[in-house]
């Protein structure tokens, strides 16, 4: 059982490639995930393709115009989905991942927009779900304060694959916290 009141150490930075947004419709197809402490440093890291229906992961991608807009993304997943891992071998990865380095210590969620990829955590991997935190850290909230506060933007760049994307999130975090030492008291 986790013991909710320890507090956290280090981040669970996790970010899911999907088909789509809809965690009852849309399949997983790419996990990164990356364990930090309160100074960014990594700790340890996890990444897996998953194997899915071909069929499957063809419509939801037609259905899902974004897709058009990553064609080298979209064909490297649809060219190598035979090649992932099992989705049930994927939770059980993530479950001793987070067994092994969290230990009773909460497991706190990190990430841009990580709600939605918890709502696919909930569906596919519920029994992952039961060993994060209720609580997230989501950078999607910061951006959203930075640019209505204050007017700061963080430009990166959108190569919309799982590790990349983590890395992405912590450096655009760490952006927001450098903004606020560099103008403390404005």
Known sequence: MIDKTILPTKLLWVDLEMTGLDPQQDVILEVAAEITDFEFK?????????????????????????????????????????????????EQDMIAFVEKEFGREPAVLAGNSI???RKFISEWWPQLDLKLHYRMLDVSSWKIYMQGRYGVDFEKANVHRAFDDIQASIAELQHYLEWFKQNSGK
């Open 42 to 90: 990594t700790l340890a890291r996890y990444e897996a393709r998953l194997r899915q229906p071909r069929e499957t992961v063809l419509d939801r991608m037609q259905k899902n115009i974004w897709w058009a807009d990553y064609p080298e993304n979209r064909d490297e997943f649809v060219n190598k989905l035979d090649q992932g891992k099992l989705s049930s071998e994927v």
């Open 115 to 117: 709600y939605n990829d």
